[in-house]
């Protein structure tokens, strides 16, 4: 018995020399400083999760091509429908991209917004912070070629980008595109002019109303300050997140101002894509299955990202915008684009009315 005891404080105490060590050697400084993301390695591993990276230059300059004819004949109709554009203004071009263009385009404007928070967050080099650097990039990865796989389009306004502004872009996914309309059998061009639409009443939003990439910025901005200005690596990877209390007020009017941003923009998309085009039904259909058709595994994604609380966020906002529009009109509707006191604040999502009372009956 005694001996047993011996025998296992023995063991102990070399497995805690052990751990100790190992420990030890993981916090060991190692010379210098690093950062959390090292972008090269995010890019070569979600490059590699990317089926069908890249398209031939020329398919994707031809595609360029019929996407600018497209939105030449639907600018006037969309312009009509939300109204005009300042005088000397004008709706950027539409560019293709193939999935390693998108992931590019992405990683840059991943990159204005989170470089600042990990300059400040700097780390001596150890072997702890290079398996957990490790454990960012992959997981930064994975999510970028995720969503890869599956976007349809993007608009970027710049924000954050230096001035005078410069890139700001319109954009499909080639790739994604032609996939998806090959598998659900969608009329090409019908599906590719609705997604135009969409990206420019984004363009719109963005190139009528001078006030909103300013605020954007501003309550970007706000939020990279607050998570430099946190004192520990961890306090600044938490105020980045979003989860610091002061945060939390610029976090509500954000997702408020952007589920307003892309719901108008379905409503558009929907209201004048039945109205123009002749395959509007199917590919409505469609797309409704294709949200809702998810594979288990992309539901736990989803939900463990917190993709679905956006995609629920977004749907909010498109039911406040089809409620304003239905009961109001148009002219209405457009009163959220007066100034950043009009967007609807989040819990008015759910109350359009209550909306309608502060803002326009007031």
């Known amino acids: 018995m005694r001996r047993s005891g011996i025998g296992r404080a023995a063991v102990y105490g070399a497995l805690l020399g052990l751990a100790t060590a190992a420990v030890a050697e993981a916090v060991r400084p190692r010379g210098g400083t690093t950062v959390l993301?090292?972008?090269?390695?995010?890019?070569?591993?979600?490059?590699?999760?990317?089926?069908?990276?890249?398209?031939?230059?020329?398919?994707?300059?031809?595609?360029?091509?019929?996407?600018?004819?497209?939105?030449?004949?639907?600018?006037?109709?969309?312009?009509?429908?939300?109204?005009?554009?300042?005088?000397?203004?004008?709706?950027?071009?539409f560019e293709a991209l193939d999935r390693v263009g998108w992931l590019d385009l992405n990683l840059g404007i991943l990159r204005r917004a989170i470089d600042p928070v990990l300059e400040t967050g700097r780390v001596p080099n150890s072997l702890l912070v290079e398996v957990g650097r490790n454990g960012v990039d992959h997981y930064v990865a994975f999510m970028l070629a995720f969503i890869g796989r599956r976007v349809l389009g993007q608009y970027d306004p710049q924000l954050l980008g230096a001035e005078p502004v410069g890139g700001e872009g319109l954009y499909l996914v080639e790739t994604n595109v032609e996939e998806w309309g090959r598998r659900a059998d969608l009329p090409g061009e019908d599906l590719r002019r609705w997604l135009i639409l969409h990206e420019l009443t984004h363009a719109w939003q963005f190139g009528a109303h001078s006030w909103l990439r300013p605020y954007m910025e501003r309550s970007m901005r706000v939020l990279i300050d607050s998570a430099t200005k946190s004192g520990a690596t961890v306090g600044r990877i938490a105020a980045f997140a979003g989860v610091l209390p002061s945060q939390w007020k610029v976090m509500r009017q954000v997702q408020g101002t952007m589920s307003v941003i892309e719901g108008y923009s379905n409503l558009v998309m929907n209201e004048l894509g039945g109205k123009l085009l002749p395959g509007y039904e199917q590919l409505e259909s469609a797309y409704r299955k294709r949200s809702?058709?998810?594979?288990?595994?992309?539901?736990?994604?989803?939900?463990?990202?917190?993709?679905?609380?956006?995609?629920?966020?977004?749907?909010?906002?498109?039911?406040?915008?089809?409620?304003?529009?239905?009961?109001?009109?148009?002219?209405?509707?457009?009163?959220?684009?007066?100034?950043?006191?009009?967007?609807?604040?989040?819990?008015?999502?759910?109350?359009?009315?209550?909306?309608?009372?502060?803002?326009?009956?007031?």
């Open 37 to 93: 993301v090292d972008w090269d390695q995010v890019r070569r591993a979600a490059r590699a999760r990317l089926e069908t990276p890249s398209l031939d230059r020329s398919e994707l300059a031809a595609a360029a091509r019929g996407y600018r004819l497209m939105a030449g004949e639907l600018e006037k109709p969309l312009l009509g429908f939300v109204g005009r554009l300042p005088k000397g203004a004008s709706l950027p071009q």
């Open 292 to 362: 809702s058709g998810k594979s288990p595994l992309e539901v736990l994604i989803w939900k463990l990202t917190g993709l679905d609380l956006k995609l629920q966020q977004y749907q909010r906002g498109e039911a406040f915008c089809r409620a304003i529009f239905d009961h109001y009109g148009m002219k209405v509707l457009n009163e959220v684009w007066n100034s950043e006191a009009h967007m609807p604040r989040l819990e008015e999502l759910a109350h359009p009315e209550a909306w309608y009372r502060r803002v326009v009956r007031a």
